[in-house]
């Protein structure tokens, strides 16, 4: 990761207004962001949700992530028809297509699909929006099991990340709409978590879901949630899921992948799961898009968030 652009006390400050529930203060603003942002400039300040932005402030930029009816609450409209600029990352409206797990993947199905000899797509997917049981037969005859389903809408509850397996046309009988059903596809077990603040792009190892063989597959019957998926588990004696051994993508490809996203989707601050296809070791699929993610989870994120604050403030100041 490159060095902050800059390094001593600054004396030019710049004010961030930070609008974020509470879990999210919870794990993203500890003291060492806040401390580490303030010896570099930024002045992390909180937004009241429940009062109209144009009564707070001033602020260099605006970082977020709300629920659509406490943005109007904030009267956001009117604030942004004050600040032509743009200081509000990111445009909510943008953000909104992530909260659907159709839509959230239809920057990708749009973008350049070849990246450093690499290709890069989404798995095979169904959206069923109502009446599953009329679709059941068709479906069963379009995808191939086993297939995950995944919950439509991504609303920051628990709920929308219940997610599982289905491994027969008896399993989908068991779901409910409005669900989104792809393919499950083996990778190694591991997905590769891209994360991206502006021009800054970097990617973790995390586990995931063991591969399924075809043997194992016809043995399982119905669905099962992923909570329950470590009975699943085959395990070879030789560590298959040893994370240290699974070699990261390509650089150039991570930093070429982030920044088509981020140009894609009109967002600055998203990550995206990605898994390798355990048979073709240059397929990449890219499986979930979430905003405002987990960045805490990233070693040195206070220098990666900061990077990316002082960019946004120094563009504006060009401007
Ligand atoms: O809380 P964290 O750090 O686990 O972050 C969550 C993300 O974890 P990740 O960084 O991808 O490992 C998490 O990513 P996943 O969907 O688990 O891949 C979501 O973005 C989640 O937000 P929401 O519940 O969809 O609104 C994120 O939760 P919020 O903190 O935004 O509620
Ligand atoms: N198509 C797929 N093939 C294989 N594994 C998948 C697939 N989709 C999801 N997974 C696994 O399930 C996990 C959760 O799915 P994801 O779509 O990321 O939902 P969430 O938004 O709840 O994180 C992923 O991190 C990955 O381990
Ligand atoms: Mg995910
Ligand atoms: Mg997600």
């Known amino acids: 990761m490159s060095e902050p652009a800059t390094q001593a006390p600054q004396t030019q400050r710049y004010r961030i207004g930070y609008a974020l529930p509470p879990k999210k203060l919870q794990n993203f603003l500890g003291t060492s962001l806040v401390d580490y942002a303030k010896h570099h400039g930024i002045d992390l300040i909180p937004i009241n949700p429940n009062k109209p932005l144009t009564q707070q402030g001033p602020f260099h930029c605006i970082i977020h992530k709300l629920q659509p009816q406490d943005w109007a609450q904030l009267n956001l409209d009117h604030y942004s028809s004050k600040h032509p600029y743009g200081p509000i990352i990111d445009p909510p409206h943008l953000i909104e297509r992530l909260r659907n797990r159709s839509s959230m993947l239809e920057a990708v199905t749009h973008l350049q699909t070849s990246f450093r000899n690499c290709t890069v797509s989404v798995p095979k997917q169904v959206i069923v929006d109502t009446n599953l049981a009329n679709a059941i037969e068709q479906l069963s005859s379009t995808l191939r099991f086993p297939v995950i389903a995944k919950p439509l809408l991504v609303d920051g509850t628990a709920r929308s990340h219940e997610l599982r397996l289905v491994f027969d046309r008896e399993g989908l009988e068991t779901l409910h709409a409005p669900v989104v059903l792809q393919e499950f596809v083996n990778h190694g077990g591991v997905v590769f978590k891209v994360y991206v603040a502006g021009e800054h792009v970097t990617c ?68 995206v799961d990605v898994i390798r296809d355990a048979k073709d070791y240059d397929r990449y699929l890219i499986i979930d898009v979430n905003y405002f993610p987990g960045y805490s989870k990233l070693p040195c994120y206070e220098l990666f968030i900061t990077d990316f604050l002082l960019d946004c403030v120094r563009n504006k100041a060009a401007e």
């Open 204 to 271: 973790v190892k995390r586990r995931s879901l063991p591969d399924i063989t075809d043997e194992k597959a016809k043995t399982l019957k119905g669905t099962v949630p992923f909570s329950q998926i470590s009975s699943l588990t085959v395990e070879d004696g030789d560590g298959v899921n040893d994370i240290d051994r699974v070699e990261t993508p390509p650089e150039g490809l991570v930093t070429d992948l982030g920044r088509a996203l981020r140009e894609a989707m009109g967002l600055n601050l998203f990550n």
